[in-house]
């Protein structure tokens, strides 16, 4: 049973940095998909950033510039840096794996995706 379990969400004041990570148990490595997403209050879950099979790293328009995406593969983790963060980033934000996708994870539907983190969340404020 593949588990993600996401962690490193807290407050932050506006222009400031947090760094997230999702660690994967039940499987060594994973062939598939990976993503962040977020889901603001009020708001539809969107993606931030993906991760396909080969390692490239996609972070969508919104966040370009300001987050990044990143593993650690002896920890078998994923990262999401987040800099110059602004109070619109307040939100639920998960990770997640699909098993049946490799590429163009960015624009894989968020209902394709198998397994999800239980979240963390991330507040923006002065």
């Known amino acids: 049973q593949v588990r993600l379990m996401e962690s490193g969400g807290g407050s932050v004041q506006p222009g400031g940095s947090l760094r997230l990570s999702c660690t994967a148990s039940g499987h060594t490595t994973t062939s598939g998909c990976m993503a962040w997403f977020r889901q603001a209050p009020g708001q539809e879950r969107e993606v931030v950033a993906s991760?396909?099979?080969?390692?490239?790293?996609t972070i969508a328009d919104s966040f370009k510039g300001r987050f990044t995406i990143s593993t650690d593969n002896t920890a078998n983790t994923l990262v999401l840096q987040m800099n110059r963060q602004e109070t619109e980033d307040r939100a639920m934000y998960y990770c997640?794996?699909?098993?049946?996708?490799?590429?163009?994870?960015?624009?894989?539907?968020?209902?394709?995706?198998?397994?999800w983190g239980q979240g963390t969340q991330v507040t923006v404020a002065s």
């Open positions: 991760l396909d099979y080969d390692d490239t790293k």
């Open positions: 997640a794996e699909d098993a049946g996708h490799r590429e163009w994870c960015l624009l894989v539907p968020e209902d394709t995706y198998t397994y």
